[in-house]
């Protein structure tokens, strides 16, 4: 698998600074050595802070399968990989390489975020004015937030590192906090950072760090961002508070921003409309780049590479796109393919789809980021839309007992795609089914479907009664099917097992139940 370290491209910031920020380097380092003594110094680290989106296989691709490939969305693909396999039949041991990779990633950047925090308020440079602190400190704020919001939802409760310069449970050996401290953890640094951030920033156009432009407004951390991450955690932990979830969410679709819905759903995945207003926070990149391409779409697609790509549309994500007569937004998501960019029929047999390698027959690929380039592609992900933060507020209408709302709410949603309007006489179950039904379609491949039925409650239930069915080939004849097992998706296995390197490394963990 080719990687890149990847440093931030200059749009993050501005797209009239290219060169000077390509010779900025980011101070990443998780050491004291590095001096904090200048503003520059503070924008530097609080770019190394960024980075984590770049540099690691969780936000590049990873965040994904744990999602897509876990829930009914996707098969694992890439040969059935053992780590991936392991994800699809929740049979994830505590040895799992990957697994322990995601952990430390996300730790990592939490280092960087509590190194520049600790650090910040030390510094006398009279070009870092009382404003822009603070916005640093709500930046790095929020990105630790995010950060350990992956890790709460991959692991449950863990570790609280806020001081730590190394963030590093293994070295500070830390017992884990439990899920509710570490939400409530979450929760203060977004209340700091949505105290500390603009809606926009007001910076000229030729400022550096906090240009008033499209391509910083979405790149960087704001009180959108802010709200729309509050509004996902007290939906997400288990103590949820729909009454907190339903404000946050309208204080985004109010924002001063002015958020909207693109116009066209194909618009937001094509490759030519970034930085869009339905986009709340977004990772860019740049196409061609060694340094800054995203290497991740080369995993999902490229089937000229001659290996088997990774997170397969399922035959069930498929059905219930035709199901529902939703052809815009199954175009714009999966894309079925006999051959390659070179006119070459596949190369692999695909258990679930072609397992006899038929020329005619096509397989279907995650088609959400389009542009592989050759490992420096440079299309965006988008961490935060608002789509998302629609249907959320649908649901937390609905769980609140106003059911005609949240189909009203939910029906914005469907007119983009147009799709028939559900009616608004139908009772709450029924409604929460539509609004998880839609939120499905709406959101595959963005890292999105197995938050969403564990939030529901409904993980086992749905995994378990999948009919979905794997095919071997003897003499160029189909097998007989062969159903996929998904028994051990229990309720213990909703989360990952603690690493093992970490349970070695620091007696004071305890593992999670299951594991």
């Not at 802070?49 to 936000?59: K, P």
């Not at 005609?404 to 709410?409: F, L, N, V």
């Not at 006489?425 to 039925?453: C, G, H, K, P, V």
Request: with cysteine.
């Amino acid at each position: 698998m080719k990687q890149y370290l990847i440093y931030i491209p200059a749009f993050i910031l501005t797209l009239t600074s290219c060169n000077k920020f390509l010779n900025d380097t980011p101070k990443t380092s998780e050491t004291t050595g590095n001096a904090y003594s200048t503003a520059d110094d503070a924008e530097k680290a609080l770019l190394g802070c960024y980075n984590t989106f770049y540099s690691s296989d969780y936000y590049q691709w990873e965040n994904v399968m744990l999602s897509d490939v876990r829930s009914d969305n996707a098969y694992p693909g890439g040969y059935n990989e053992e780590t991936f396999y392991d994800y699809d039949r929740f049979i994830l041991p505590a040895s799992n390489t990957h697994n322990y990779a995601n952990w430390t990633a996300l730790y990592n950047g939490i280092a960087r975020c509590n190194i520049l925090l600790n650090k910040i308020g030390g510094i006398s440079d009279t070009a870092l004015t009382d404003e822009r602190r603070q916005q640093i400190i709500g930046e790095a704020s929020f990105l630790r937030a995010f950060h350990y919001y992956q890790l709460v939802k991959l692991f449950g409760g863990v570790p609280l590192e806020l001081e730590s310069n190394t963030a590093d449970p293994a070295v500070t050996r830390k017992a884990r906090a439990t899920e509710t401290e570490v939400y409530d953890q979450i929760v203060a640094d977004l209340q700091t950072a949505a105290d500390d951030l603009p809606d926009t920033y007001s910076g000229a156009a030729d400022d550096t760090y906090t240009a008033n432009t499209a391509a910083t407004n979405k790149s960087r951390a704001t009180k959108g961002a802010v709200n729309a991450l509050l509004a996902k955690v007290w939906a997400q932990r288990s103590d949820r508070d729909y009454s907190k979830v339903l404000d946050y969410c309208n204080e985004v679709i109010n924002s001063a921003a002015g958020y909207a819905l693109q116009g066209s759903f194909a618009e937001l995945f094509d490759g030519d409309h970034y930085f869009n207003d339905e986009s709340i926070l977004e990772v860019p990149f740049e196409s061609g780049s060694s340094t800054a391409g995203n290497w991740g779409v080369e995993l999902y697609l490229a089937p000229e590479d001659g290996w088997q790509k990774y997170c397969v549309p399922s035959k069930n994500l498929v059905s219930a796109y035709e199901a529902e007569g939703d052809t815009i937004r199954e175009n714009a998501s999966i894309i079925f393919m006999d051959r390659d960019a070179n006119g070459d029929p596949i190369s692999w047999a695909d258990e679930n789809w072609n397992p006899c390698q038929d020329e005619d027959t096509p397989i279907p690929f995650n088609y959400k980021q389009k542009h592989p380039d050759d490992w420096a592609s440079g299309d965006h992900y988008y961490l935060l839309r608002l789509a998302d933060i629609i249907l959320l507020k649908a649901e937390a209408q609905n769980e609140l007992g106003s059911t005609e709302d949240a189909i009203e709410t939910l029906n914005l949603i469907r007119a983009r795609v147009n799709l028939k309007a559900i009616s608004t006489s139908i009772t709450q179950a029924e409604a929460r089914d539509y609004i998880l039904n839609e939120r499905r379609l709406e959101m595959a491949f963005e890292a999105d479907r197995w938050d969403a039925l564990v939030r529901a409650g409904v993980a086992s239930t749905v995994m378990q009664s999948l009919s979905e069915y794997y095919y071997t080939c003897a003499d160029g004849t189909q097998s007989s099917a062969i159903k996929m097992d998904y028994s051990n998706c229990t309720e213990d296995h909703w989360i990952n097992p603690i690493p093992l390197i970490e349970m070695g490394a620091n007696p004071n963990l305890v593992q999670n139940d299951g594991y």
